[in-house]
């Protein structure tokens, strides 16, 4: 949809407003990554478990458990490699960073993240990636969540985003180092995933 309004929200965290429709196959996508890599909550440094439940496709995953934060090639709950990132994802993911302001980027990492109703994320940066000067791409599909963008500290009160079904937000440079969070999903039902949202975060891990 190359005629998406970008909206700024904050120095360089641009917010593409239903960029993507309709996200019915993005959710068949996701149906395909988990039937070989399943969901699963996380467990943290701290020994707590995270609320949203997560998945990776493309060379690299995302994982947490008690030794820390990190990239890995190989799913831990299955042995095997991540699913293979689809076409479609990597093409929407370089479209919309270009549109963020950010051309060329070429994710190696695709994090789904799933919330359940009471499922949030407290405030944290993204600062696991090796070459901080990529933007990171986030896609929101399904219920609606509050973004929170603090910005360069965790602390004082949060900008608010209210993101929907086919929002895509693209941050990068400065705002790279942003913490930010999502606010606790509100129960509700929604035609393309009925009680659940999911995020794509697209990433350049190594
Ligand atoms: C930009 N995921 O997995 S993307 C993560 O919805 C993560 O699952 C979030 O943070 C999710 O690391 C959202 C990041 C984000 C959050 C809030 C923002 C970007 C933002 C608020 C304003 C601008
Ligand atoms: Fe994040």
């Not at 496709?57 to 820390?68: K, Y």
Request: charged share 20%; aromatic share 10%.
């Amino acid at each position: 949809m190359a005629e998406t309004t970008a909206i700024p929200i904050a120095p360089e965290v641009t917010l593409l407003r239903g960029h993507v429709a309709p996200t019915g196959p993005l959710v068949a996508a996701i149906g395909r990554i988990a039937a070989q890599a399943p969901f699963r909550q996380l467990s943290t440094p701290g020994g707590g478990t995270m609320s949203v439940a997560m998945t990776n496709c493309g060379p690299w995953g995302w994982h947490s458990d008690r030794r820390g934060y990190r990239y890995v090639e190989l799913d831990p709950l299955t042995g095997a490699r991540w699913p293979p990132m689809p076409a479609p994802f990597a093409r929407l993911a370089r479209e919309a960073a270009a549109l963020g302001g950010f051309p060329g980027f070429e994710p190696d990492a695709c994090l789904v993240n799933r919330y359940v109703p009471g499922a949030q994320m407290g405030a944290h940066r993204d600062w696991d990636e090796l070459d901080k000067r990529f933007p990171i791409v986030s896609v929101s599909i399904g219920l609606p969540a509050a973004f929170l963008w603090y910005g360069a500290t965790r602390r004082g009160r949060p900008l608010v985003t209210l993101v929907e079904d086919g929002d895509v937000v693209v941050w990068g440079g400065g705002a790279r180092a942003g913490f930010h969070g999502v606010r606790k999903l509100q129960a509700g039902e929604h035609p393309a995933t009925g009680a659940l949202r999911y995020n794509l975060t697209f990433r350049r891990a190594k």
